[in-house]
């Protein structure tokens, strides 16, 4: 069986935890982060649209002054998912795979758990109270379209059941 752990900036320890509670001793755990193309693709397209209009490389009121700041985001990027999935992987305590991907965040988590026999996340919208908004739209997206059993779990004790929503009136 595969075990596929969504390794999220704040989450993540509940997920790993998860995992070392519920998934069987001889299971293939594979920590998964994916990093969403956004921060970078933005800061491209502002140097090239608007910050690097008519100036060459090199030359302009500093040395330098117009490297493309998405380079450096970037590389801050996978240097922050890699640092995460080690902490995850020492947290695991026990062999597991590190996967990175990079794209469009909610797709590229349900592809990688196509073949899993169980996908691990954690809630990441209000946490205040149960109900469906303690799920954000990466989450919801992967929960609703998992090809294979889903794990939730809460990064922190749930919230009481005084939390639930009311129920919807009644029609006659």
Known sequence: MRVIAWVVEGTWPACVDAVRAHAPDDAEVVLLHV??????????????GLLGRGHRPGH?????????????????????AAALLDAAARRLGRPCARVERSGRVER?????????????????GDRSRLG????????????????????????????GLGTLPPPPPRHP
């Open 35 to 48: 990093s969403g193309p956004d921060v970078p693709t933005v800061a491209h397209g502002a140097f090239a």
């Open 60 to 80: 302009g009121p500093a040395e330098g002054w117009q490297r493309d700041p998405g380079d450096r985001l970037e590389a801050l990027g996978g240097t922050s």
């Open 108 to 124: 590229e988590v349900v592809a990688a758990a196509e073949g899993a026999g169980l996908l691990v996340l954690a809630r990441d």
């Open 132 to 159: 469906p908004k303690s799920l954000g739209p990466a989450v919801r997206f992967a929960v609703d379209h998992a090809p294979c059993p889903v794990l939730l779990v809460w990064p922190r004790p749930a919230p």
